[in-house]
């Protein structure tokens, strides 16, 4: 049985120190200036960015708002072509899926000889709604893709979440640059993008007399044409 009594000798250590004690105990080999990269990899955090390390459910991660599902299955025989030929006719681009409102994105790789497939997403919220949502929302597009896996039940199968979950690998690291942001705020920063450019637009056609509002607007745009560094 293990003890998880607090080392007394621990009680004044400080949060950094803390820190510094967890990386040298799985880094202890690493060289110097990788344990100071990972240092401030942990204890860099910009609380709009932070993210998270939890479950997304039944199989999968999720950082913040966003999970991700990775899923390697066996194709049928010539399910690859088939396919392609279905990717090529769309150019990649399957707006069908703009109906499933949690849809970050969505990888199909195909493998050993086009024996075996990756299937890799991005969506918010947890698995079963997420699933949910295909089979609600797009289950003619589900079909007609997944048909080409072995052993596919069909969307509309009891089995199809035991499927999907045993073929599902859950990933070792997971990252995502804006964890707060759902696919709803995206396109709803879009629309307001587009509204404020055109508001901003018509005041410098037209600028206001009165001073107060001209300042406003000239902080209004300072604000907006600041640039977003990388480094937080």
């Given amino acids: 049985m293990t003890d998880h009594t607090p080392d007394p000798r621990l009680a004044d250590e400080t949060s950094l120190e803390a820190i510094r004690r967890k990386i040298d105990a799985v880094a202890h080999d690493a060289p110097h200036l990788a344990k100071i990269a990972l240092e401030a990899l942990v204890r860099k955090h910009n609380p709009d960015l932070k993210g998270t390390a939890n479950s997304a459910g039944r199989v999968g ?121 759902t696919v709803v705020d995206t396109r709803r920063f879009q629309r307001m993008d587009k509204a404020l450019t055109a508001f901003l637009d018509e005041m410098s056609a037209h600028p206001p007399q009165d001073h107060a509002t001209r300042k406003a607007l000239e902080a209004l745009n300072a604000a907006l044409a600041q640039p977003q560094g990388v480094d937080y």
């Fill in 61 to 181: 991660k999720q950082s913040g708002n966003v999970s991700e599902l990775t899923a390697i299955a066996p194709l049928k025989p010539g399910g690859a072509e088939r396919l392609r030929r279905i990717f090529d006719l769309t150019n990649g681009n399957m707006d069908g899926a703009q109906r499933v409102s949690t849809l970050h994105d969505m990888r199909f790789v195909f493998f050993d000889n086009d024996t075996r497939i990756l299937f890799a997403t991005t969506y918010d919220g947890d698995w079963d709604s997420y699933i949910n949502d295909f089979a609600t929302k797009i289950p003619e597009l589900m079909d007609l893709l997944f048909a080409n896996i072995e052993g596919w039940p069909g969307i509309d199968s009891p089995a199809v979440k035991d499927f999907i979950a045993g073929h599902q690998i859950d990933a070792a690291g997971w990252f995502v640059a804006n964890p707060q942001v």
